[in-house]
């Protein structure tokens, strides 16, 4: 397909890369254009505008956030300016799921379709092809864009035809995701002051009840206080969180984990925790209780 990518950050970077591994034709526009510069080496064309990278018909964003997608979406020379009648947005950031529901109808205004399709995994998985990717939108238009979301996914997720709802379905995840690294870190400080060598109580851990990537991967951050270079950053984990208790006020959800969360990320980032993974706010316990060396 001719397809369009806006946002070549940590993540769109390897999803570009992969839809051209997948022979799809790329254009690629990014707000720094000089990140594009390794797209372009892989064949990548490289688009000066947002109208630019609407030209194929189909564009996919990975901004951000709210604020990212709102610039390049509405307005003058936006997307949905750009976009021809019967035009393809695939939506893969993280954002609000009223901001969903805003581009659904001003794209459904314009006689374009609108598919949001948010990833689970990381940058590496990213790279590799391997995110999860989980999908609201009509059928046809979902039809239209799965040749694009097989390159950049190992599985690809409908959950339903409404798109809002795979945002929403992706912001649990996250609060799930960020309420197991605070639950880690709070065992790895308990086990820890206690004298237990945390690097033999996560193997048995992860080997037994809690073999899950999810386990593996932050218990081993946390462990190894790896949070630099940050893989997911510490700000858009925060805004995940804000936009996870935005949707449960909305629907009238209390969710008093995800408010303790949104505090934990408020004490990281006034520490000067904002270049940090997000995993970081695992190491907020053993602060807490006065442990210094993992
Ligand atoms: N990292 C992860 O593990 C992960 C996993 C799943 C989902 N996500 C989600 O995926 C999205 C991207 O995450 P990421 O880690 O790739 O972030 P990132 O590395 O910070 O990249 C952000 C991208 O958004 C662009 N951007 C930011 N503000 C903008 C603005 N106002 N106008 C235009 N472009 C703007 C950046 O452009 P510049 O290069 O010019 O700054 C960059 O291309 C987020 O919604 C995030 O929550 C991340």
Redesign the pocket.
């Known amino acids: 397909m001719n397809v369009g990518f806006i946002?070549?950050?940590?993540?769109?970077a390897g999803m570009a890369a992969n839809l051209l591994k997948a022979g799809h034709h790329v254009t690629v526009y990014?707000?720094?254009p000089a990140?594009a510069q390794v797209l372009v080496a892989q064949g990548a064309k490289l688009a000066a505008s947002v109208p630019e990278a609407c030209q194929g018909g189909a564009v996919i964003t990975?901004?951000?956030?709210d604020?990212?997608v709102e610039?390049?979406a509405l307005g003058r020379n936006g997307i949905i300016d750009s976009l021809p009648a019967g035009g393809l947005h695939v939506s893969s950031?993280?954002?609000s799921v009223a901001l969903s529901q805003r581009l659904s109808d001003e794209h459904a205004a314009a006689g374009q379709h609108f598919v949001a399709a948010?990833?689970?995994?990381?940058?590496e998985a990213a790279a590799a092809g391997h995110l999860f990717v989980v999908v609201g939108g009509d059928p046809a238009a979902v039809e239209a864009a799965e040749p694009l979301l097989e390159a950049v996914g190992q599985r690809t997720f409908v959950v339903s035809d409404i798109p809002k709802n795979a945002n929403l379905v992706k912001l649990s995840g996250n609060f799930l995701g960020a309420s197991v690294i605070e639950s880690l870190g709070e065992a790895l400080a308990l086990i820890g002051k206690g004298g237990i060598d945390q690097r033999r109580y996560l193997d048995f851990l992860t080997s037994t009840l809690f073999d899950a990537p999810i386990y593996k991967t932050y218990g081993n951050l946390i462990a190894t206080g790896s949070f630099k270079p940050a893989?997911?950053?510490a700000p858009?984990g925060q805004k995940?969180i804000r936009l996870v208790l935005a949707a449960a006020e909305d629907l009238g959800v209390p969710m008093p984990v995800a408010s303790l969360l949104r505090d934990r990320f408020l004490t990281l980032i006034a520490h000067g925790g904002d270049q940090l993974d997000w995993s970081a706010i695992g190491r907020l316990p053993a602060m807490d209780a006065a442990l210094t060396e993992p």
């Open positions: 946002g070549l950050g940590r993540m769109g990014n707000r720094t990140k990975m901004l951000a956030n604020e990212a610039g390049v950031s993280t954002i948010p990833v689970f995994g990381r940058p893989g997911f950053a858009l995940d």
